[in-house]
């Protein structure tokens, strides 16, 4: 099975759906940087229960880091027009903003320790990783 690892900032707020069975889907986007002026956009989808638990963190603009199994899905508009998109069903998500950082309202971005708490614990990076341990 295919992995990948992207980062980008999320779009719009994430959304909680929940399937006929009772299941949570939570459902963002995260743009991620192409090149000078170019967005690449990816639909991401968190199945389960930690989806609703890290949707309060998942907010428009928050940097976020990405790893899962990627998916295109080709279709034709209305119009007739082809049209593609990039999918992500989620592993794992990383916040990366640092406490310091603000989001446009003010409030205080969210944290890897704060994405800790409400993951139940496992690693995210934080600002103070000097990247160092990485082994590539």
Known sequence: MITTSFAGRIGKDAEVRHLQNGDPVTQFSVGCNAGKDK?????????????????????????VGITGRPSARAWKDKSGEA??????????????????????????ETTASDYRKASGGGYAPTADDDGDSIPF
Do not use: H, M
């Open 39 to 63: 967005t690449v956009w990816v639909d991401c989808t968190i199945f389960g229960d930690r989806g609703p638990k890290l949707a309060e963190y998942l907010r428009k603009g928050t940097p």
């Open 83 to 108: 049209r593609a998109s990039l999918q992500c069903a989620v592993n794992d998500v990383a916040l990366l903003g640092s406490r310091g950082d603000r989001d446009d309202s003010g409030e205080r």
